[in-house]
Nanobody, 126 residues
Framework: QVQLVESGGGSVQAGESLRLSCAAYGYTYSTTCMAWFRQAPGKEREGVAQFCRDGTTRLADSVKGRFTISQDNAKNTLYLQMNSLKPEDTAMYYC????????????????????WGQGTQVTVSS
C-alpha cells in the first residue's frame, strides 16, 4: 500500500513563493510517474506538473517559468517549488502516482492514478 502525504501549503501574497512536499510511504518504486494537480473551487482538477522515473518532467503552460518539479529519491519525496505566485494559483494541491505517463496536454483523470494524497491548500492574495 502506498500513502502520499502533502505539506507546505499556506497563505501568501502575490509574487511570493512556496514549496510543496509530497512524502511517499510504502512501495512506490513500481509507479512510473508522479504528478501535482490542483483544484480551485468550482473548477475541474487540472494537471500542473509531472515527474517520471526516467527523470523527465513536464509543466502545464500556466506555470512554466514559475514552478519547478523535482524529486529526492533518498527521501522518497516529490517537491513543487512555486515562485512568483499569482491569485489564480489559489487551489487545493494534490500529488498523485501512476503506473504510466502522459505527454502533450494530457494529464489523465482522477481514476487513472493509483494513489492520491489528501491535498494541501495554497491561497494567494493580491
Amino acid at each position: 500500500q502506498v500513502q502520499l502525504v502533502e505539506s507546505g501549503g499556506g497563505s501568501v501574497q502575490a509574487g511570493e513563493s512556496l514549496r510543496l512536499s509530497c512524502a511517499a510511504y510504502g512501495y512506490t518504486y513500481s509507479t512510473t510517474c508522479m504528478a501535482w494537480f490542483r483544484q480551485a473551487p468550482g473548477k475541474e482538477r487540472e494537471g500542473v506538473a509531472q515527474f517520471c522515473r526516467d527523470g523527465t518532467t513536464r509543466l502545464a503552460d500556466s506555470v512554466k517559468g514559475r514552478f519547478t518539479i523535482s524529486q529526492d529519491n533518498a527521501k522518497n519525496t516529490l517537491y513543487l517549488q512555486m515562485n512568483s505566485l499569482k491569485p489564480e494559483d489559489t487551489a487545493m494541491y494534490y500529488c498523485a502516482a501512476a503506473y504510466r505517463r502522459w505527454d502533450g496536454t494530457s494529464w489523465g483523470g482522477e481514476y487513472d492514478y493509483a494513489y492520491w494524497g489528501q491535498g494541501t491548500q495554497v491561497t494567494v492574495s493580491s
